[in-house]
């Protein structure tokens, strides 16, 4: 028993100075094997045009939530100043006072309508005309000025750095926010062309292709193939016209009468020459008598 747990030690001790490990289990390949299967079947997935346009939808929500929002926070920075622009001095709670309060509003709302058409158009990738674009930059051009002419009128130029930013912001982000939307749309639709263009289908073409070498292998039925079918067909009493000519040897309309006119004759000089061969045979026999 000891010689035999000696020998086995050395057994293992030679194979480890070889360099031979033990292969791996049958349960760690079959790890392995699952693994390469499901990493094959999530990159099958992944790369999905499906798959990937919901990607691009998502990136393309964030964006809009992202500039919508720094929008509407750069509009509402600039409505005290407005207000305070367009009250001009009046008394605090007094009807002037109030309705100032309605400018900036008025002016945002317009310029919030264009950009939430041009997120739709953007999506679809439809031209709007140059209205929409001029009404968009008087928008934002008349925020800018109520916004900063009290800084220009008091020559304060910290005033005027803080109050021209958040305009300006606004409009840049109304310009880029549509160009951003345009790209999404066309990253979509690269994405489904690519796709469209990998896994498009072959077997149709090469039909296509076969096709004329399958007919080029075909034998060309001549004029004397249709003539030995309706001669093989006809039988005594029956009469020869296109029409029976075609139901026979199934030939074109335009080839039938030829046909019928060629059969009609051979069956007529079958009948002769079996009389004149009739009628040379009885003077010979008379002679013979």
């Not at 499906?50 to 992202?66: I, K, N, P, S």
């Not at 058409?117 to 953007?122: G, L, N, S």
């Not at 070498?213 to 009493?237: I, M």
């Not at 009609?264 to 010979?284: H, L, Q, W, Y």
């Amino acid at each position: 028993m000891i010689n035999s747990v000696g020998s086995n030690r050395k057994e293992k001790g030679a194979v480890a100075a070889h360099g031979r490990p033990p292969g791996p289990s049958t349960n760690q390949a079959e790890k392995l094997a699952r693994e390469a299967a499901e990493a094959a079947q999530r990159r099958a997935y992944q790369t999905h045009p499906d798959v990937v346009a919901l990607r691009v939808e998502h990136v393309r929500t964030q964006v809009d939530r992202l500039c919508w929002a720094g929008i509407t926070l750069g509009l509402g920075f600039t409505m005290t100043n407005v207000q305070a622009f367009a009250a001009a001095g009046a008394a605090t709670w007094s009807l002037p006072w109030l309705a100032a309060w309605l400018l900036d509003p008025t002016v945002s709302l317009v310029l919030l309508a264009i950009l939430r058409a041009e997120q739709v158009t953007a999506r679809y990738q439809v031209q709007t005309g140059p209205w929409v674009r001029r009404a968009k930059w008087l928008t934002v051009a008349a925020t800018y000025v109520m916004n900063t002419w009290a800084s220009y009128a008091a020559g304060s130029l910290a005033g005027i750095v803080l109050h021209s930013v958040p305009p300006l912001v606004v409009f840049v982000a109304a310009e880029a926010v549509t160009d951003l939307r345009d790209k999404l749309t066309e990253a979509v639709t690269a994405a489904f062309t690519n796709a469209s263009a990998v896994n498009a289908p072959a077997p149709v073409q090469q039909q296509k292709a076969e096709r004329p070498r399958r007919k080029s292998n075909r034998r060309r039925k001549l004029f004397g193939d249709y003539l030995a079918e309706a001669r093989t067909a006809w039988s005594p009493g029956v009469e020869i016209t296109p029409a029976w000519v075609r139901s026979v040897t199934n030939c074109a309309r335009g080839l039938s009468p030829r046909l019928a006119v060629e059969l009609k004759s051979e069956v007529e000089r079958s009948p002769a020459n079996d009389a004149n061969e009739d009628g040379k045979a009885t003077p010979e026999s008379e002679a013979q008598q």
